[in-house]
């Protein structure tokens, strides 16, 4: 399986879902929603055979397409006054290369990277950096579902454990157990 990320202004309503998730079914994929009404964003996690099925589905609707899982996170400072700086730390011309954008909206922002190219302790740090000049705090929000390969690569380097596989992720092996015996999963 191949994995996209299809990001949408706005809260995706049932009939685009369904319309997209058809597409990813007649194609042998699925897709996978996550949308946020405060930071006022849709997200879908395509994992289909073919990357051309992707490109297919991404036209329909006037998404942006991304060709690869991205993580996109809300990011919301305790200090407003944060806002224009986290902006430019993260979409200006020093941000980490994996950063893909960098929006704000009311309240927050909203960072989507490429996680192969920039790892979360790297943005989260800058936003956290950031912050701490204005000595207040924040509240995150995940955004995008992700793929299992990057939830584990997300959990072994934060519990600093890389021996962690598959068959150490609960969530992973309920998955596996839900697909049935045989599976590859």
Same mark, same amino acid.
């Given at each position: ?69 991205? +993580? *996109?996170?809300?990011?919301?400072? !305790? ?7 986290? #902006? =430019?730390? %993260?979409?200006? &011309? ?59 690569? +997300? *959990?072994?380097?934060?519990?600093? !454990? ?7 992720? #609960? =969530?992973? %092996?309920?998955? &596996? ?9």
């Amino acid at each position: 399986m191949i994995y996209r990320t299809l990001s949408v202004e706005g809260i995706v309503d049932d009939a685009r879902r369904a319309t997209t998730e058809d597409l990813a079914r007649s194609r042998g994929g699925t897709a996978i929603w996550r949308s946020s009404r405060a930071a006022g964003r849709s997200y879908a996690l395509l994992a289909l055979p073919r990357a051309e099925d992707a490109a297919q589905i991404g036209a329909a609707g006037g998404a942006t397409l991304y060709e690869m899982p991205v +993580i *996109a996170l809300a990011v919301y400072p !305790a200090v407003p006054e944060a806002l224009p700086g986290l #902006l =430019e730390a %993260l979409r200006g &011309a020093g941000a980490p290369a994996g950063v893909l954008s960098c929006r704000g909206f009311d309240g927050g922002v909203i960072v989507e990277w490429d996680p192969t190219r920039t790892g979360a302790e790297v943005v989260l740090g800058i936003v956290d950096v950031e912050l701490r000049r204005w000595g207040g705090g924040r509240r995150a929000e995940l955004l995008s579902p992700l793929p299992p390969e990057v939830t584990l690569e +997300i *959990a072994a380097r934060g519990l600093g !454990a890389p021996q962690i596989g598959p068959e150490r992720i #609960l =969530e992973m %092996l309920l998955a &596996a157990a839900a697909e049935g015996p045989g599976s590859d999963a």
